[in-house]
């Protein structure tokens, strides 16, 4: 019996709507990885209210974090396309003018389940032990965050995939106790059913090393089912089916032909991408597209039909070849240019004018110096130089504030202390404070606290405080409320959502916690609070926007600490105040 054979018996007896384990993974990283373009309509998105993406002109990896928002990847192309608002938050409520997903919209789709939010995961999930864990299994607290464990890494730590801050990316830099306060689920309807194919998928291609190319597989035994239509050249054709992907790395110009045979019964199409979004399918056919193409990256997609009666998939034949015009590589196409990379400059300031730190790029906090023009850099924590020796030559790892060290370039490194009878009488050279700042968020409070170790911190306007000289250290801000408040179950919610539809959950009036302005039991930014720590954590980790600095350590004691935002009618604290302006990265 032959493996294909066997893999679909195997797929037959499971439960109808069983998802293998692997195709969860497949579509997590997908949502982490899937680049898109921002354009100036996506920034305002024609929503009026005041609503402003934090996003502007450019180009990203990731899709945006939207608060309520359910998109699949196909829709959030398509909304792209529109002019869509790209992502939103609490503040600005749920909208229908903005797309991407939040934390639970993710988590749904990765599991291919219907919208259910935090406060509805035990409806789908069923409680485990840490020791039960599996790769995407999901880590949930219950009305303000869910996420999904992805691996254990080498070091011991955990790995994890979720939507928050920014966008959806994987969470590589956390200790255990960062889930201190989640309890460990499983989907009720995953199956650890081992995928046929190792590759085929958007994170994981095959790769054609030669032409001609030629390779027999089948969609139906694919973990990928996620690009729905080819929408740079027939974006009415519906290929909902499951699809196999292949990566083409073109050495000279010339004319790309591939051409697709499958069975009676069988209706699989092949698709040319110049990369991995919908928008970017160039050609389309039953059977067989042939284009001309430069030096590059070039991405065949085999991708199932759908009809009336439903997607066809099953066996096909695909031929990959490359007729070389004979003319020499010129300039490559246009290709995706997302900034946030680890050692490139960071916004640190709220101006907007830089990128914010991409953790799907590597890059966890943006490193800046006080002084007058020193500069900023994205990096990540690291535990010593050896950890750093990829990224920053020469570099080190070196406390950048209370217990947290992260990798700098030697130019920034700490000089060894002189001895002391060495003369120190010579000019030395400077070396500026650094301070560290989030994957940033688009929100803040208007609270702040004064201590002795408080410095004052960066609004959009005023940029950083030129006379601090000592390192302080902003990380990234506590998660985003979990998805729209419940009773918009459906996977378009409305944005007109009422106090009636407030989870019941830790804080929650009948929690006995308190409450103002018809928010009860959330935290308001002016003491109250669902939790022990709450309203400080949420104050301490917002953005640069109208927050003052505070204290160094309770940056870093709050960032390991991690307590979340809870789900709100009218938005969690971490709301921008009525007179503060969005706060905007730019690539």
């Known amino acids: 019996m032959n493996r294909h054979l066997l893999a679909l018996l195997l797929l037959a007896a499971l439960p109808v709507h069983a998802i293998p384990r692997d195709e969860v993974l497949v579509r997590a990283r997908t949502y982490a990885t899937h680049p898109w373009h921002c354009s100036a309509a996506n920034v305002t998105g024609g929503c009026g209210g005041g609503y402003t993406s934090v996003y502007a002109v450019g180009d990203y990896v990731g899709l945006p974090y939207d608060w309520g928002g359910y998109a699949s990847i196909d829709q959030f192309d398509r909304g792209v396309d529109a002019g869509k608002g790209v992502g939103s938050y609490p503040a600005d409520g749920i909208l229908d003018c903005t797309v991407g997903v939040d934390c639970s919209g993710f988590v749904s789709r990765a599991w291919k389940a219907p919208h259910t939010t935090t406060s509805g995961m035990d409806t789908i999930t069923s409680p485990i032990t840490a020791a039960q864990l599996k790769p995407a299994d999901a880590y949930n607290a219950t009305g303000y965050h869910v996420m999904l464990f992805e691996r254990v890494q080498a070091n011991g730590d955990p790995q994890f995939i979720e939507s928050v801050y920014y966008n959806v990316h994987t969470t590589f830099w956390e200790p255990w106790t960062y889930v201190a306060d989640f309890d460990p689920v499983r989907y009720d309807d995953i199956e650890d059913q081992p995928a046929v194919y190792a590759d085929g998928t958007a994170d994981h291609p095959v790769q054609v090393g030669s032409f001609p190319f030629v390779d027999e597989r089948d969609t139906t035994l694919s973990s990928s089912d996620l690009f729905d239509a080819c929408l740079g050249a027939a974006p009415s ?319 870093l004691e709050i960032y390991t600490s991690r307590s979340r935002v809870c789900e709100c009618p009218s938005g969690p604290i971490v709301s921008p105040p009525a007179s503060s302006e969005p706060r905007t990265a730019r690539s």
């Not at 405080?465 to 985003?480: E, F, I, K, N, Q």
């Not at 408040?485 to 459906?490: F, L, Q, V, Y």
């Open 237 to 555: 054709t519906q290929e909902q089916g499951p699809e196999v992907v292949y990566r083409v790395e073109v050495t000279t110009p010339g004319t790309l032909t591939a051409a697709v045979q499958d069975d009676g019964g069988v209706d699989v199409d092949v698709h040319v991408y110049r990369a991995l979004n919908e928008l970017d399918c160039v050609a389309r056919n039953d059977k067989t597209v042939s284009l001309a193409v430069g030096c590059g990256t070039i991405y065949v997609v085999v991708d199932t039909y759908t009809a009336a009666g439903g997607d066809q998939p099953g066996p096909y034949a695909l031929t990959i070849d490359l007729e070389p015009s004979g003319q020499p590589c010129g300039a490559p196409d246009p290709a995706y240019e997302p900034g946030g990379a680890v050692g490139e400059a960071c916004d640190y300031d709220g101006s907007g004018s830089l990128p914010f730190c991409n953790p799907n790029l590597g890059a966890v906090v943006c490193i800046y110096s006080s002084a007058p023009g020193g500069g900023s850099f994205c990096s990540y924590p690291c535990a010593a130089a050896a950890d750093c020796a990829a990224d920053f030559p020469g570099g080190c790892c070196e406390e950048v504030d209370v217990d947290y060290r992260a990798c700098l370039p030697v130019d920034w490194c700490t000089p060894p202390q002189p001895d002391a009878g060495d003369d120190l009488s010579a000019d030395t050279a400077d070396v500026a404070s650094a301070e560290v700042e989030p994957i940033p968020e688009p929100v803040a409070d208007t609270a702040s606290e004064a201590g002795p170790e408080v410095v004052p911190e960066a609004s959009p306007e005023a940029g950083p405080d030129a006379g601090a000289d000592t390192p302080s250290l902003d990380l990234p801000p506590a998660h985003d409320a979990a998805p729209h408040p419940d009773g918009h179950a459906d996977p378009d919610p409305t944005p007109d959502a009422t106090a009636a539809d407030t989870p019941e959950g830790p804080g929650s009036p009948d929690a006995g916690s308190e409450g103002t302005g018809g928010s009860a039991g959330c935290a308001t930014g002016r003491g109250e609070s669902r939790g022990t720590a709450l309203a400080l954590t949420l104050l301490a980790v917002a953005t640069l926007a109208s927050l003052s600095r505070r204290r160094k350590g309770l940056y």
